[in-house]
């Protein structure tokens, strides 16, 4: 691939990140120097990062709502045009971010390439969208025949908090889409993945959007998250990230003593599969091994519950043994490698935890092999069990880890109901071949993304929008015809 070769021309780069306030980088803060290295060998060093601190926060919020009438009254194509001006420059310097996206991550090339050509998307689609939609105000007919006018406009600085495991797509997703709609912006990365946000947010800057627009402040949740959705400026935020967080911002935006204001929220999962007896073993067993250990299971989607009909289960759980003792986990930029590291010592550890306990209450199904290349970095093997019930789990386990549970023919409406009371509602994998069955699943089941006789991997922006109901999310769903719409208000004219 051409991209391995661009991972080579930049394997010794170390890249540099603080703060953009008013479009100037400020890399002496009071805040904290982070050094990143790659999750596969903590011994290489990618970069620094100097993280804001409150006061950068604030400074940010003043810069941000004094930009925010000027951007706002520009032509809705105007604010389009700086945003496909950036895609375009996102393309040209595909080889350098699915570098550093590979180094900063820990993704595999492929997962690389595929990081940078969704953000790419997704800045195109909510550009578009802007330049179609919200240019010319829309006219309502009444019955009686007179008319009025709706347009859209910004409502005003919003707050855009982000997670590492898509540290670029759903980054600049969240930021083009409050940008597009008229809004200006304060983006915080995930601390782990702040790099390649920065390299983001300096081509925006190149690429037309004014630097009062769009401010930047990498850094914790504690120390610039919640100052940052305490202010009272704020006039919506856009998170993605686990739902513990979520609630978190909800509670802080609740206590600020202003007007309520849209909070979009996309949240954690305890996603399942279901197979029945009719499921095609082999589609089976290759769809199961990509959801749930594709990207190290660090997907949202990622299948973490698989309930299989008793009178198929032992041919399933055997295939499934099988597949997990070829899986290649390793370096992430060896094209052997099936699963790469997971993000950080402390993601390691939590899964670590949960295995453990889990080889006391269940049974190891299988655990693939970690190679002595895994010991400079953060790797969990992947591994799968079987459990009595999906009541054993408590939360989301973001990492490779599979959970089996068998079930008979007559209790299809139990695991549903099961399903739907974990609260969560983010995707739902089905393999069946009797189309009543999947039908009434897809039906009953309380979810935002049903995944019918396929892997469970994925979003497609435009096409295949993306989010969760429950403690899942609000939505609208990213990349869909309404997520835009949630960053404006709306006016009548009559
Ligand atoms: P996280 O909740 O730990 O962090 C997300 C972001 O919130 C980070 O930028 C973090 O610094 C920030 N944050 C933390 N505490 C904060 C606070 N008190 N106030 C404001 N901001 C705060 O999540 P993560 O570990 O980065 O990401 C993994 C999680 O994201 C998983 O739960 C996964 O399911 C979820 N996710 C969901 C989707 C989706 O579309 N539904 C997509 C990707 C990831």
Redesign the pocket.
Known sequence: SPFSASVKAFADTQWQAGPIINGKVRTETEGKIYAVTAPYDRNENVGNVAFANADNVVEAIDVAAQAYPEWSQRPATERAQCLMRLADLLEENTGELVALCHREAGKTIQDSIDEIREAVDFCRFYADQAATEFVQPKTLTAFDGTTQQLSYQGRGVFAC??????PLA?FLGQVSAALAAGNTVVA?????TSLIAFRAIEMMLEAGVPAGAIQFVP????E???P??SDLRIAGVA????????Q??NR?LAARDCEPVPFIA????QNAMIVDSTALPEQVVRDVVRSAFASAG????ALRVLFVQQDIADRIVGLIKGAMAELSVGRPELHSTDVGPV?DAA?RDKLLTHIQSLKNQASLVAQAKLDASCQAGDFVAPTAFEIPSIDVLKN?N?GPVLHIVRFKASELDQVIDQINNTGFG?TLGVHSRNERTYSHIERRARV?NCYINRDQVG?VVGVQP???QGL??TGPK?GGPHYLYRFTQDVVKA
Do not use: D, M, Y
């Not at 850094?219 to 504690?222: D, H, L, P, V, Y």
């Not at 998170?239 to 979520?246: I, K, L, N, P, W």
């Not at 996309?266 to 999962?269: A, P, Q, V």
């Open positions: 908090i982000s997670p590492w495991n898509f759903i915080k990365p995930a601390e782990q850094g914790t949740g504690q610039v998250g919640a940052l959705t998170f993605t990230g686990s739902t513990e967080t979520a978190r911002i802080n996309e949240t954690g999962g660090q997907r949202c989607s993000i993601a989301e973001f983010l935002g979003a993306f989010g969760g899942s999310g990213a």
